[in-house]
Nanobody
Framework: QVQLVESGGGLVQAGGSLRLSCSAS????????MGWFRQAPGKERDFVAT????????YYAASVKGRFTISRDNAKNTVYLQMNSLKPEDTAVYYC?????????????????WGQGTQVTVSS
């Protein structure tokens, strides 16, 4: 079992940047594919980005591609989400999650452990 804790959320103006972190305990993160999801009020939890176990392969939702970057430091047991050129529509609670899958997976059902989430609010 792995415990995930997100941090780095906050309030930022449109066009600004934030860097989210997801720290793990209980098991080494290098054994998992990792992903970031987000959930706006009244909406479903949507896929944002995912990264392979070794960090070589990444995949993004179309809405964030070119603005967000997912990365990981397995030595620090941490995954990051660098968010640039933020828009008001990026406002949501952001969650990190782990998956046992070796291929790209974008659905919540394929991720088995989740953090508690961190709020990101982008003002216009």
């Amino acid at each position: 079992q792995v415990q995930l804790v997100e941090s780095g959320g906050g309030l930022v103006q449109a066009g600004g940047s934030l860097r989210l972190s997801c720290s793990a305990s209980g098991r080494t993160l290098s054994t998992y594919r990792m992903g970031w999801f987000r959930q706006a009020p009244g909406k479903e939890r949507d896929f944002v980005a995912t990264i392979s176990r070794n960090g070589v392969s990444t995949y993004y939702a179309a809405s964030v591609k070119g603005r967000f970057t997912i990365s990981r430091d397995n030595a620090k047991n941490t995954v990051y989400l660098q968010m640039n050129s933020l828009k008001p529509e990026d406002t949501a609670v952001y969650y990190c999650a782990s998956s046992d899958d070796r291929v790209v997976v974008t659905t919540t059902a394929r991720y088995n452990y989740w953090g508690q989430g961190t709020q990101v609010t982008v003002s216009s």
